[in-house]
């Protein structure tokens, strides 16, 4: 996707992950051993699984998507991160810092909710595409971005929104994987320390309610796109 290796301004020299864990993290998300049902609904398949490295609970989500949806479409909305507002619902920013190749850094602010803090994170993000040699098999992962980056960024965000929480254990991906039937397998995975004053249960549960929903507005989103360009095509 000729979008992702435009060059959008330089990553820092030092840019990268936060945590000395993340292989490990990423490595336990991918191994498909270890989850346990979580319920799900709209079609999406929850479930969760311990991530003994960091001592937190990971959530995935799987769906199959027909073939009407278009897997390169959604997964080009996936990687345009600042249409994530608009998609989602629960964010007031996604803002891209910067570009390079496959690797993104971009920071997201959730949404005022009751109760709960608000909250930011700065990810270190990489874009992998036609895994294993199969055309359309893609993935981006992300990862929690080292603290000492993009100082005035953080420092701007804190300004706008007095007393926002920064979430610095933050991994997870997206992953589109097409099928020899022409249908899509969709997954989202994701692990969060979410901090502040929600506690993790509390979290935990919220997470596995709203992760199909969340899956879905984006399949929505790219629905939306191909429509618009066939409409616009005739």
């Known amino acids: 996707m000729s979008l992702l290796l435009l060059l959008l301004t330089a990553l820092p020299a030092t840019a990268g992950p936060a945590c000395d864990h993340t292989d490990t993290v990423q490595s336990a ?5 270890g989850w346990s049902p ?10 969760r699984k311990e991530i003994e490295a960091i001592g937190l609970t990971a959530f995935k989500g799987e769906t199959v998507l027909p073939a009407t949806v278009d897997a ?5 909305v996936i990687c345009d991160v600042q249409g994530h507002v608009n998609i989602s619902g629960s964010l007031d920013e996604s803002t891209l810092l910067a570009k390079a190749d496959s690797v993104l850094h971009f920071y997201q602010v959730m949404a005022k909710a009751p109760l709960i803090d608000r909250r ?3 990810v270190h993000s990489v874009v992998y595409e036609d895994i294993g040699g199969l055309t359309g098999h893609h993935r981006r992962t992300w990862d929690g971005l080292d603290a000492g980056l993009y100082g005035e960024a953080r ?9 926002a929480f920064e979430v610095i254990e933050n991994h997870g991906s997206w992953e589109v994987q097409p099928r020899a039937d022409g249908t899509t397998l969709f997954t989202y995975r994701a692990v969060t320390d979410p901090g502040g004053a929600i506690p993790t249960g509390a979290y935990d549960t919220l997470t596995s309610r709203k992760l199909p ?3 879905m507005k984006f399949v ?4 939306a796109v191909d429509k618009a360009a066939n409409q616009a095509a005739q």
């Open 220 to 223: 929505e989103a790219a629905e």
């Open 38 to 47: 979580a319920g799900g609904s709209e079609g999406v398949t929850v479930t």
């Open 72 to 76: 390169e479409t959604l997964f080009e």
């Open 29 to 33: 998300l991918m191994d498909p051993g």
């Open 155 to 163: 420092d701007a965000v804190k300004q706008r929104y007095d007393g």
């Open 120 to 122: 930011y994170w700065m």
């Open 213 to 215: 929903n969340n899956m």
